[in-house]
């Protein structure tokens, strides 16, 4: 079974602080994606990477940064923290280039800025 | 544009009662399309997917959806629902962009289905 963990189920921080959110994926995934998931707009594009030390934006990549140093994490970065930042992130990974292949998701951190 | 529409937010049905849950596509995009579920406190996971061939996909758990391209539609269907189906659900669509041809997917809003005893 494919399985991606993410570091924290819950996380509350401050306005201005520096937020790292981890995933790992045991399955020597290709490609890992960041979204992020809010009542009404359905899940939304942060960034992705296809490979080591590659990063791609997605819809909304303001306001964050990625860091993908090994195959098998993939880290979100929140560099200074603010209130429109509190939701839900997913994380997710694929085996191969290309949306047609099936994404597997984690259970998601559910970030509170205060 | 919106990419993919998912018409109801909010979807509840009597247990063992049929349920549809609508989505549509832009004709702009791709033709491959997914269907995700999210349980209670768990990531989403695929339900089911259409990338080319039969129209009619189905899932192992009982759901089914109907590619319409005339329609640009993807609708989601079961013909008797069960408590354990209690979920939100995602309809998503590929979509290509930049120069390079890169490819990500685009979910709806999501709709949340909840099953009455």
């Known amino acids: 079974d494919v399985k991606v963990t993410q570091s924290s189920r819950y996380l509350v921080k401050r306005t201005g602080e520096k937020v790292f959110l981890e995933c790992v994926q045991d399955?020597?995934?290709?490609?890992m994606f960041w979204y992020r998931q809010d009542p009404g707009l359905g899940l939304r594009l942060i960034y992705f990477?296809?490979?080591?030390?590659?990063?791609e934006k997605g819809d909304i990549p303001e306001g964050y940064s990625v860091s993908r140093e090994k195959k098998e994490r993939f880290s979100l970065i929140l560099e200074s923290a603010s209130t429109n930042q509190t939701s839900m992130y997913l994380c997710?990974?694929?085996?191969?280039?290309?949306?047609?292949?099936?994404?597997?998701f984690g259970p998601g951190t559910r970030l509170t800025v205060t | 544009a919106q990419s993919v529409t998912q018409l109801d937010s909010q979807v509840p049905v009597f247990e063992e009662a049929p349920v549809e849950l609508r989505c549509n596509y832009s004709s702009s995009v791709s033709v491959y399309l997914f269907w995700y579920v999210q349980y209670p406190n768990q990531g989403l996971q695929l339900l089911l997917k259409y990338l080319s061939g039969s129209t009619l996909v189905e899932s192992i758990n009982g759901f089914e959806a109907e590619f319409n391209k005339s329609q640009t539609s993807f609708h989601l269907r079961k013909p008797s629902v069960h408590i354990s189906d209690t979920a939100e659900y995602f309809c998503a669509v590929i979509v290509t962009f930049g120069v390079q041809g890169a490819q990500k997917l685009v979910f709806g809003q999501g709709t949340r289905l909840t099953i009455n005893p």
């Open positions: 399955m020597d995934h290709e490609n």
């Open positions: 990477s296809y490979d080591v030390k590659m990063k």
């Open positions: 997710a990974s694929s085996l191969f280039p290309g949306a047609i292949y099936e994404q597997y």
